[in-house]
């Protein structure tokens, strides 16, 4: 069956925010250290302190958020009972808050509160989605929680948030906004709503990352990409997500790449590997030739089309300063073989995998892996 919802309210700017804490009295913020040491939490706090609303601040989320800080969490508002739950800052600490609202509603019903996300990066697209990723460090696993209990109810988009984010993180997230796109039109689950939300974000992307990238002041850019991280959130939470997302987690994991740019430097393999390009193509090639002619290099045929779409992701990936291989890097080769069989398994049994439109074997994705490392078939 296949179904298409957006639960989540959007905001555009900050003048509309106030109407969200209209009547409240307790707010719990949940965000990163260096947002409130930095005093950028103060977006959220002056707006909270105008109402006279209490407030309490849970700082303890890392990048990649693990179990242990969602515990910490949890009870905090479990003893705290706020009438609301605002997350801000990057994927980590929307995710975070994501974990600690679901489980503590879990626990407790009477928790659950009104959920607020504001992103100040422009990437992950989480404030609106029911997908959420959490960290096992003991096991080196990522996983992904997926439940419409997750979706805020709120997103407030403001792209002065993201003015001072570095051209590196942008340039990470950014390739995360297109991977989540692509990886939404070739799902088996996509259908014509979410190939609309997916599409305008992929022209979005192609219109302002460089920009972006390239001059951070550039506020037209800047929110170009914020609406497009969410557009693709918006497109892959109905649609789901593919291989691409299931190596670049468990590689996360084991190495602490960015998400972002994992994504980055798997995406020209798994294209070429979904479309066919290393054996047969196949019909998932007709739906990457949509997105080239999106970003206007398309051909007639599709074979053709995946190729140049491939050459285009190589392109802007140098264009971004970014790693073309795994072992570019900086990913030792020892390393990486002595965790390969580990990761293959773990992209496999990932959850966003199962909507990858091209089912694969174990050996292909060994294979795949071995691909994305060395720059070339082995």
Same mark, same amino acid.
């Not at 992950?124 to 929680?145: C, H, N, Q, R």
């Not at 390393?335 to 990761?343: A, K, P």
């Given at each position: %069956? ?19 804490? /209209?009547? %409240? ?8 250290? &260096? $947002? ?10 002056? =707006? ?28 905090? =508002? ?24 679901? &489980? ?27 997908? *959420? ?47 989540? @796109? ?36 550039? $506020?037209? /850019?800047?929110?170009? %990409? ?12 109905? @649609? ?7 190596? *670049?987690?468990?590689?996360? @994991? ?54 140049? =779409? ?32 580990? $990761?293959?398994?773990?992209?496999? @049994? ?29």
């Amino acid at each position: %069956m296949s179904n298409f919802s957006i639960a989540t309210k959007i905001i555009i700017g900050s003048e509309d925010s106030k109407d969200v804490f /209209a009547g %409240m009295t307790k707010v719990m913020i949940i965000t990163d250290n &260096f $947002m409130k040491e930095s005093g950028k939490v103060s977006y959220v706090t002056e =707006l909270l302190e105008e109402f006279q609303i209490q407030y309490e601040i849970f700082s303890d989320v890392r990048p990649d958020p693990d179990i242990e800080s969602v515990t910490k969490g949890v009870l905090i =508002l479990e003893e705290l009972k706020p009438q609301a739950v605002v997350a801000f800052g990057g994927g980590s600490a929307i995710d975070a808050a994501k974990a600690v609202v679901y &489980f503590a509603s879990r626990n407790n019903q009477s928790t659950r509160c009104t959920f607020v996300a504001i992103p100040t990066t422009s990437g992950t697209g989480t404030e609106v989605t029911k997908f *959420a990723i959490i960290s096992d460090p003991a096991k080196k696993a990522k996983y992904p929680l997926v439940d419409d209990k997750l979706i805020p109810d709120y997103c407030i988009l403001d792209a002065e948030l993201i003015k001072s984010v570095p051209p590196s993180v942008t340039a990470d997230t950014g390739v995360d906004v297109f991977t989540h @796109a692509i990886e939404a039109i070739v799902s088996s689950k996509a259908n014509d709503f979410s190939d609309a939300a997916a599409e305008k974000a992929i022209k979005l992307f192609r219109d302002n990352l460089l920009k972006a990238f390239k001059k951070p002041d550039d $506020m037209q /850019a800047r929110k170009g %990409m914020h609406n497009a991280s969410t557009l693709a959130g918006i497109a892959f939470s109905n @649609a789901g997500l593919g291989l691409n997302h299931g190596i *670049a987690h468990t590689l996360g @994991a084991h190495f602490h790449i960015p998400h972002g740019r994992a994504n980055a430097i798997i995406l020209p393999y798994v294209i070429s590997f979904n479309a066919g390009l290393y054996d047969t193509i196949n019909e998932t090639a007709k739906r990457y030739q949509i997105i080239a002619e999106l970003l206007n290099v398309d051909s007639t045929m599709p074979r053709q089309s995946c190729l140049n =779409l491939v050459r285009f992701v190589n392109g802007y990936i140098k264009k971004l300063n970014l790693p073309s291989t795994i072992q570019e890097a900086g990913i030792d080769e020892k390393s990486f073989m002595d965790n390969l069989d580990e $990761m293959v398994k773990a992209a496999l @049994a990932d959850r966003c995998t199962a909507t990858n439109p091209r089912e694969c074997t174990y050996d292909e994705v060994h294979r795949l892996f071995q691909t994305a490392y060395y720059g070339k078939v082995r």
